[in-house]
T-cell receptor, first 112, second 114 residues
Framework: DQQVKQNSPSLSVQEGRISILNCDYT??????FLWYKKYPAEGPTFLIS?????DKNEDGRFTVFLNKSAKHLSLHIVPSQPGDSAVYFC???????????FGQGTRLTINP | GAVVSQHPSRVICKSGTSVKIECRSLDFQATTMFWYRQFPKQSLMLMATSNEGSKATYEQGVEKDKFLINHASLTLSTLTVTSAHPEDSSFYIC??????????FGEGSWLTVV
């Protein structure tokens, strides 16, 4: 049972435009969500997180939106830069357990 | 800078031998650390939760005798792959929560068993 889903395996965006990465979840017990960026043969790099009591968190070019009623979150990157090309994972956990459940990942390619 | 550090980043070992991978939290204490495995083009799979001062908790399907986990101190957890076989070749990654809700990952360790 895939509790966290990223339905788009890949996404291509023009440099300078907005990249929107989507993530859906099924477990309403999740109360914390995180986004990670990953290059091949490297560990994931933490980008941004959001608590379930919020609907938006912004950090520089990265903004995460959470829609609890739809069990959906999205990561917006604007403006997109070539260095943003990587695989992006969304992850969720239940406070106290801290066991991350990952989505399958979305490969983002930023085209010049 | 790195928050969680893994060592070695790459290791090649002969089939039948054991390999140890270290995961260290830098500048913070981690009573809990997590070990993941990633197969090519797949998501990260949680193998086990490492608990300082007590036994690790393994996920279903993970052999605890094969993947020995020791959380020796508040800043160090080790994963030992015992009697390694080629199918154990993979990318192993550890993580640790810092300040409660932000979980940081190590750089990862490539294991190749020949």
């Amino acid at each position: 049972d895939q509790q966290v889903k990223q339905n788009s395996p890949s996404l291509s965006v023009q440099e300078g435009r907005i990249s929107i990465l989507n993530c859906d979840y099924t477990n309403s017990m999740f109360d914390y969500f995180l986004w990670y960026k990953k290059y091949p043969a490297e560990g994931p790099t933490f980008l941004i997180s959001i608590s379930s009591i919020k609907d938006k968190n912004e950090d520089g070019r990265f903004t995460v939106f959470l829609n609890k009623s739809a069990k959906h979150l999205s990561l917006h990157i604007v403006p997109s830069q070539p260095g943003d090309s990587a695989v992006y994972f969304c992850a969720a956990f239940i406070q106290g357990a801290q066991k991350l459940v990952f989505g399958q990942g979305t490969r983002l390619t930023i085209n010049p | 800078g790195a928050v969680v550090s893994q060592h070695p980043s790459r290791v090649i070992c002969k089939s039948g031998t054991s390999v140890k991978i270290e995961c260290r939290s830098l500048d913070f204490q981690a009573t809990t650390m997590f070990w993941y495995r990633q197969f090519p083009k797949q998501s990260l799979m949680l193998m086990a939760t490492s608990n300082e001062g007590s036994k690790a908790t393994y996920e279903q399907g993970v052999e605890k005798d094969k993947f020995l986990i020791n959380h020796a101190s508040l800043t160090l957890s080790t994963l030992t792959v015992t009697s390694a076989h080629p199918e154990d070749s993979s990318f192993y990654i550890c993580s640790a929560p810092r300040q409660g809700n932000t979980i940081y990952f190590g750089e990862g360790s490539w294991l190749t068993v020949v």
